[in-house]
């Protein structure tokens, strides 16, 4: 399984930008998918979480700004980022919890991070 995400880049504050991640290889069922972010220093921390039924959970520092959303057909998974504050500057790393078959477990998987810089 891989997953590849997309979409950082510098923008101004107040600006947007929307992040992509998609899924590949032996995926028999997605439990969730979610957005994490790790700045300098910093621990990494949720941004967002989706699940299969669609039930979103965010970070406090991001509701209201940030929408997680899901294309289950493509496995794909897309972070919109409005009214971007130099705060949110971050690699962001997509996350999936899955299964490549009926008969393995739920396993976590990381995508390879992308750079999102919030800068005047």
């Known amino acids: 399984v891989q997953l590849q995400a997309s979409g950082g880049g510098l923008v101004q504050p107040g600006g947007s930008l929307r992040l992509s991640c998609a899924a590949s290889g032996s995926i028999f069922s997605i439990s969730r998918m979610g957005w994490y972010r790790q700045a300098p220093g910093k621990q990494r921390e949720l941004v967002a979480l989706?699940?299969?039924?669609?039930?979103?959970n965010y970070a406090d520092s991001v509701k209201g700004r940030f929408t997680i959303s899901k294309n289950n057909a493509k496995n794909t998974m897309y972070l919109q980022m409005n009214s971007l504050k130099p705060e949110d500057t971050a690699v962001y790393y997509c996350?999936?919890?899955?299964?490549?078959?009926?008969?393995?477990?739920?396993?976590?998987?990381w995508g390879q991070g992308t750079q999102v810089t919030v800068s005047s």
């Open positions: 996350n999936t919890y899955l299964r490549e078959s009926f008969y393995t477990a739920f396993n976590d998987y």
């Open positions: 989706i699940t299969t039924d669609g039930t979103t």
